[in-house]
C-alpha cells in the first residue's frame, strides 16, 4: 500500500522536497481551519507559494464534521493528500495502520531541531519510536469552574 505522509502544514514548509526542475511540485494539504484559523493559515500558505515557485500548495477544506473519516477513506484508498492536519490522538491508529511515514531521516536531513519545541506536544506525535508529525499548536485539556457561584 502506498504510504501518504499526513501531518502539519509547518512539515511541508520544511520538509517538501524543492524540485529544480521546469516542472512545479504539486502538494495537496487538507485541514479543517475556519474563521481566523482559516484566514491565517491560507495566508500561510499564500506566502510560502509566493517565495517557493517551484511548489504549490492546493488547499482543501474539509469539515470537522467529515474530516477524519474522509482521511482514512481516501488515504485507504490511495487517494489522500500529501500534507494534512491530525490531532495528536489519531497519529497512533493511523501509524498502526502504515498511513503515516515516519519523518526521522528528513527532520534530520533539514537539520530541524527537537530542542525548538515543547517537549510533550512533539512526544505527541511519536509512535513505537518514530516522529510522525511536528506540532502545529497546542490545546489545553482542562476543566475551569468557578465554585463561587
Partial sequence: MRKYVVFTLLLALLVVPVQMASAQTVVSFWNNFSGGDG??????????NESHPHIKIEVSGVTWDDYYNRLLTSVAGGIGPDVAIMHTTHVPAYANQGML???EDELASR????????QAPWEALQYQGHQYGIPLDVHPWVVFYNRGC
Avoid: H, R
Fill in 39 to 48: 484566514d491565517f493559515m491560507a495566508a500561510m500558505v499564500e506566502k510560502f
Fill in 111 to 118: 537539520s530541524i531541531a527537537v530542542d525548538d519545541y515543547v
Fill in 101 to 103: 511515514l515516519p519523518l
